[in-house]
């Protein structure tokens, strides 16, 4: 449910909608959603500041009810 959350998040702020993809991971720390955007959206979904970034974070962790770790990366 949070990696379909993270996408519909990111897929309506991007230019490039259908580069966009989320991967959920579990390790012994908790679950990790890997985000792909294309490289021309990287600073788009960041944000100055990482404010953007943030509060992409802010949101998972108050839909998730355990430790969630947010990594996002460009498709390169």
């Known amino acids: 449910m949070?990696?379909?959350?993270?996408?519909?998040?990111i897929k309506n702020i991007v230019d490039f909608?259908?580069?966009v993809s989320v991967r959920s991971h579990e390790n012994?720390?908790?679950?990790?959603?890997?985000?792909?955007?294309?490289p021309e959206d990287i600073g788009r979904v960041i944000g100055r500041s990482g404010r953007t970034a943030n509060a992409i974070r802010t949101v998972v962790?108050?839909?998730a009810?355990?430790?969630?770790?947010v990594d996002i990366m460009d498709v390169r």
Do not use: I
């Open 28 to 38: 012994n720390r908790g679950e990790l959603l890997r985000v792909r955007v294309n």
């Open 2 to 9: 949070l990696a379909e959350a993270v996408e519909h998040l």
């Open 65 to 69: 009810d355990h430790k969630v770790r």
């Open 61 to 63: 962790q108050a839909l």
């Open 17 to 19: 909608p259908d580069d």
